[in-house]
């Protein structure tokens, strides 16, 4: 058996590369490495806007094409940084040599020495980090995230007067709306970005061990830690002051935690709408062309949902490796978290490849009104709750003189299917008020929804 050409192992950069190749942009290695370029350049520019150490402020035209370095960086910066690694098994090192030898090119070379200068690793990447995950989750992931969530809400305004049996426990239960029950999913996605969008991006600039010592060596009347600080913070991050060699990685931990918690709602959600599916509550709506089994030509399998459910729950369990492993690092450093924050973009990849299933399968669904009203027709008994309720509230007015209510409806109702008829009779021969028996006898499975159309509104 001959061997194949190079494949892609993984099946993000294969059968789902062009759902997420927006991520790739930020949070591959090429996408890293650019931004660790970034990071130099822009400290170089720092130092030399300050005239530190006898260097004056490069001319705009000289900054312009030092920001090329970034802002143009491609292939052959790629190619350049693989060839250059291979010999210095040192990535963020390769990064500096690469700016070095751009800097010559650019007759520059007289300020080669402020590169990279008085930076730990850690400086570097951990400003990296801050900048390319930033980037993903507001320009990529977040977008998509929020797409999915205002076609929820969308969902939940166009059927929010669709009444539909609730299943508690499987069973049936109190009638709501099926705006109603998609808006709770809305809304706790809501909530949830609402938490995402006050992350801070954090980043250290303070040196080896977090103490600014060689900062001081070089240049004592220095206020440092204020130019760190000053310097990230024009980078569009935040700054973390109080550090070991590593940025302590908490704000990662909390973003990954919250991006795990809004896949676990996803994920509650493609399989309550599989169900309802399954229950001929949603109807999907035949793609020309496509096959739904490869035996039965009838069926139109929910593929959009079961494919969101299984990368949600790979996704989850990436967010959660990620955010226990980067917690914790032995005394000043250790390089757990290095070979772990590679695999960001593989979380976020299968997170994105879900929110782009879910995102087709709900514009490929259609509501079965019918289908709705056939199941409330069928469960009258579901009444019993307003019933009971109503008779209890008779007894404290004095109209009524019957002794436990609860038992009575349980009695009548509990086990077994009532039908309207005879659920009309039960009600005519209660010892509650004429009032009170008219608004008994006028309700239905459909009409008791209560304040389900209502509750929509808070979206």
Not at 284 to 297: D, F, K, L, N, R
Not at 373 to 378: K, R
Not at 397 to 421: C, H, N
Request: hydrophobic content about 40%.
């Amino acid at each position: 058996m001959t061997s194949l050409p190079p494949q892609p192992l993984s099946p993000l950069d294969g059968r789902y590369k062009s759902a997420v190749t927006g991520l790739a942009d930020y949070l591959s290695e090429a996408g890293l490495n650019r931004a660790r370029v970034e990071v130099e350049v822009e400290w170089l520019i720092a130092l030399t806007d300050r005239s530190l150490f006898g260097s004056k402020p490069l001319s705009d035209g000289d900054k312009a094409k030092l920001r090329a370095l970034y802002q143009d960086f491609g292939q052959a910066e790629i190619d350049w940084l693989a060839e250059r690694e291979a010999i210095t098994r040192h990535d963020v090192k390769a990064v500096e040599y690469l700016v070095r030898d751009r800097l010559e090119q650019l007759s520059l070379g007289a300020i080669a020495e402020l590169t990279h200068f008085a930076c730990t690793s850690e400086d570097i990447n951990s400003t990296a980090y801050a900048l390319t995950v930033q980037r993903a989750v507001s320009r990529v992931w977040l977008p998509k995230l929020r797409t999915v969530t205002e076609l929820l809400a969308d969902l939940a305004q166009k059927h929010r007067d669709a009444p539909m049996l609730a299943h508690t426990h499987g069973q049936p239960a109190t009638p709501t709306t099926m705006g109603k029950e998609i808006g709770v999913f809305a809304w706790r996605l809501q909530r949830v970005i609402r938490q995402i969008e006050s992350t801070e991006y954090l980043a250290k600039f303070s040196g080896a061990t977090g103490t600014w010592s060689a900062h001081l060596s070089a240049e004592p009347g220095v206020d440092w830690p204020a130019v760190s600080g000053a310097f990230i913070r024009s980078l569009g991050i935040d700054f973390n002051p109080v550090t070991t060699q590593i940025e302590s990685h908490d704000w990662q931990v909390e973003l990954y935690d919250r991006a795990r918690h809004a896949g676990g709602i996803l994920h509650n959600l493609a399989t309550d709408v599989w169900t309802y599916i399954s229950m001929g509550y949603f109807t999907q709506i035949p793609v020309a062309g496509a096959t739904g089994s490869s035996t039965m030509p009838h069926k139109i399998n929910p593929i959009r949902f079961e494919n969101a459910e299984a990368n949600l729950e790979i996704a989850g369990g990436l967010f959660a490796t990620l955010a226990q492993t980067l917690a914790t690092s032995r005394l000043q450093r250790d390089l757990t978290d290095s070979t772990t924050q590679r695999n960001i973009g593989v979380a976020f990849g299968h997170s994105l490849l879900a929110l782009d299933n879910l995102q087709r399968g709900l514009g490929e669904i259609s509501l079965s009104q019918t289908a709705l009203d056939a199941d409330l027709d069928s469960n009258w008994e579901v009444l019993a709750e307003a019933i009971q309720t109503v008779v209890r509230a008779e007894i404290v007015a004095g109209r009524s003189k019957i002794s436990d209510p609860y038992a009575l409806l349980k009695d009548l109702t509990r086990g077994r299917r009532v039908g309207a008829p005879e659920l009309a009779e039960f009600v005519r021969g209660l010892d509650i008020g004429e009032a009170a028996k008219d608004r008994l006898l006028a309700l239905t499975p459909a009409t008791y929804v209560g304040l389900a159309s209502r509750v929509v509104d808070e979206l």
